[in-house]
Structure formats: C-alpha cells, structure tokens
C-alpha cells in the first residue's frame, strides 16, 4: 500500500505514524537514525510492506497490471489500494476522510524536524495538493500515476494501470476489502507480539 493505507493501519502514536511514513526514505537499520518509536514505525512500515507484498490477493491484483506495468506491478498496485481504500472510506474508518487527513498532516507537520531530505522536498506539496484526500477521485489516481512516471528516472507508463483498474474494478475493489481485514490483523498481531 502507499501513504494512506500504510497511515491506517498505523496505531495511534505520533512517533510511529511518523516512522511509518518516513520509512521508504530510510535506508539500513533504522536504529542509525531514530530512536525509540520513530525507528519502530520504520521497522512496522517494512512490516506493512513484507506482508503485502506475499499477500496471495494482492499477487492476483499485480498479475493484471503485468501486461502494461512489468515490474512496476507491485508499485502500482499499492497506489491503486490507496484509491480503493479512499474512495470507500466510510467502509473501512469512523472519520470523515477530510477531517482525517487534515489532521495526519498537522501530525505529520509537528514533527517536521525528523523528516529525511526527500520528505522535506515532497510535503508541502503532499499538504498543499491535499495527495492523501484526493486519492479517492479518479483523477487523483490517474494524477499519482503520471506522478511516478515523471518521478522514475527509466521511461514507464504507470498512468495507463488506471484504465487496467476501470476495467477490473469489482475485482480489485473485492480484493483490497478482503486484503485489509487480513492486514488489520496483521497489525494487531504486530503489536500484541
């Protein structure tokens, strides 16, 4: 999963959500470069991911972007359960979506101190483009896509995955709903052990 679904499943601790979102910038043994809970939520983002990406319904998922994505299946799937989660938020969490993130990036923000190089350059605009809302839109999906295209530094074609999810949606839809029941358990787990 990308940013929002790895900031739900994350508990409710401003040091492990920070973790959690800093962790792709983050390189080696995270205990180099935080201590206590920041250097946890990096070892749960990794968790988060682990799990993920050996999920039996989320290989199924990776397998229908093969054709247009090759190796960027995986990448691109995690952005598409990112849509998929947002825009059928009041399934899956009590608060409205836009209060939610609102108040991520004023956590987020309040440890702005903390955030590696890359996170620095990439936040405010994550904040003014309001990134983590506007997954749940169509456009929002297609927009992160084009974002990765630009961002990678070999030529890819990650925007046409969306058209790969119009055609598929029932089932990446009934997929991720089934996925995120298992990856909450996974989380409870995580922390029980």
Known sequence: MNFLGHIFLSPD????????FIADSVKGNPDKFYSGNIAEGIRFHRAIDHFTDNHPLVKQGVQRFRATQGRFSPVVIDVVYDHVLAANWDQFHESELGSFTQSIYHR???????????????FPYMKEQNWLYNYRFDWGLL???????RRTII???MHLASEVYAKNQAEFDSEFSEFIEDAKKMVASYFSG
């Open 108 to 122: 987020l923000e309040s440890q702005s101190e903390h955030f590696p190089i890359y996170v620095q350059r990439f």
């Open 155 to 157: 030529e890819t074609e």
């Open 143 to 149: 927009k992160s896509l084009q974002g990765l295209d």
């Open 13 to 20: 601790n401003d040091e492990i959500l920070l973790g959690n």
